[in-house]
Nanobody
Framework: QVQLVESGGGLVQPGGSLRLSCAAS????????MGWYRQAPGKRRDLVAT???????NYADSVKGRFTLSRDNAKNTVYLQMNSLKPEDTAVYYC????????WGQGTQVTVSS
């Protein structure tokens, strides 16, 4: 049974930074692509970024140059460093493990507001 546990969300002022973490257990973390999605109230869940087992990354246009996704296979953890945050980044952020079956974390709230 795969479990994904996100942490690091919170309230931050515009222009600030946060780092989200997603710790995985119960599967072969190192061979799976991982990703972050986000969902704002009343909107669909959108892809933010993905990282392959080899470390190749892909980002949504809205976060390019501001967000950085990385992984530590020894710790079964992915990190989403978010800089220059904007109010429109406010959402619940979800971690996802890709594979034969998709697994999701419970989500962590990020609020960007002055």
């Amino acid at each position: 049974q795969v479990q994904l546990v996100e942490s690091g969300g919170g309230l931050v002022q515009p222009g600030g930074s946060l780092r989200l973490s997603c710790a995985a257990s119960g599967s072969s973390f190192s061979i799976n692509t991982m990703g972050w999605y986000r969902q704002a109230p009343g909107k669909r869940r959108d892809l933010v970024a993905t990282i392959t087992s080899g470390g190749s990354t892909n980002y949504a246009d809205s976060v390019k140059g501001r967000f950085t996704l990385s992984r530590d296979n020894a710790k079964n953890t992915v990190y989403l460093q978010m800089n220059s945050l904007k109010p429109e980044d406010t959402a619940v952020y979800y971690c996802k493990m890709f594979g034969l079956h998709a697994y999701w974390g419970q989500g962590t709230q990020v609020t960007v507001s002055s």
